[in-house]
């Protein structure tokens, strides 16, 4: 499977009082670049992230949402969207991103990703759209997007192709892993199934199980 990476978007300092870091400050904010930008396990290259405690990090390092998705929620609420408006830092088209299989991996320009888990809303991401009910609007679309980390770092740059080069066997999708986790809990068996799904967020998964929330 081959998608299009759409645009390379990176986050500018915004200050706002539902900024999520302590500072008052956020990197949701972002906005298209051109050329090439370098991602590594650290992040996307002259991205700027507000709150580390809860963006960022090898699993985390760099947050793709579909052109498609945007789309609907552009109709929906009948404003423009452009890329970066979910705060992603790829935007691409012809990948299905919800239905990608945690630990499948994307070979884009020079470098390797693999799909490592949904995002989930947050007030931020409310604040910054000015919706207060956007957190239960989105949950329940339930088309996240997927972080990714860098297994290979290179450079990416708007117009490469994403070639699927690997896709685990266990099946277990974005999709699924955000429904269990947020609307439909009978799913959760099904995210200790996925070998490369990150240990927090199996721990979390076994705990929910053991009926010992969150």
Known sequence: MTGRLVAVNLGVVTEAEWAGDASGRSGIDKRPVGGRVAVSPEGVAGD???ERAHHGGPDQAVYAYAEEDA???SAELG???PPGAFGENLTTYAVDV????????WSIGSALLQVTKPRTPCTTFAGYWGMPDLIKRF??????GA?????????????DPIEVVHRPGHGV???EVFRAMNLEPALLPRLIEAT????????KAHRRLSGSRP
């Open 48 to 50: 700027f992230i507000g």
């Open 71 to 73: 789309g609907w929620w």
């Open 79 to 81: 404003r423009e969207l």
């Open 98 to 105: 919800t239905g990608a299989v945690i630990g499948e991996q």
């Open 139 to 144: 949950t329940v679309r339930a088309a996240p």
């Open 147 to 159: 972080y990714l980390q860098v297994l290979r770092p290179g450079d990416v740059g708007a117009g």
């Open 173 to 175: 999708t974005i999709g």
């Open 196 to 203: 490369d799904l990150p240990e927090p967020l199996r721990e």
